[in-house]
């Protein structure tokens, strides 16, 4: 079945970089958009990045200027590159993408990946 799998996530100081991936797996035709969420404990899940299947980008104003969400379409990966991270971005980020597959055209998310940023 189709798979995301997040990675890269983990504990970083304040003023710090990171970098997320995010790799699609499985019987895929083709991938439309994907995305980064996050979610903080005690907060609702939301959009930080997303991007087209062509590149075009759309980010969060709370992110602008510091990240920057990236695809390889050979890879099926989708990166979210972090950097000037604050203690606020701390949460769980989750990918998220519309895929055609064997089993249809879809949205799936990914497992989470935890990311804490120390003051």
């Known amino acids: 079945q189709v798979q995301l799998v997040e990675s890269g996530g983990g504990l970083v100081q304040a003023g710090g970089s990171l970098r997320l991936s995010c790799l699609a797996s499985?019987?895929?035709?083709?991938?439309?958009?994907m995305g980064w969420y996050r979610q903080a404990p005690g907060k609702q899940r939301e959009l930080v990045a997303t991007?087209?299947?062509?590149?075009?980008?759309n980010y969060a104003d709370s992110v602008k200027g510091r990240f920057t969400i990236s695809r390889d379409n050979a890879k099926k990966t989708v990166y979210l590159q972090m950097n000037s991270l604050k203690p606020e971005d701390t949460a769980v980020y989750y990918c998220?993408?519309?895929?055609?597959?064997?089993?249809?055209?879809?949205?799936?998310w990914g497992q989470g990946t935890q990311v804490t940023v120390s003051s």
């Open positions: 998220n993408a519309d895929i055609d597959s064997a089993y249809g055209y879809r949205n799936y």
């Open positions: 499985g019987s895929i035709r083709s991938i439309a958009n």
């Open positions: 991007i087209t299947s062509s590149g075009r980008t």
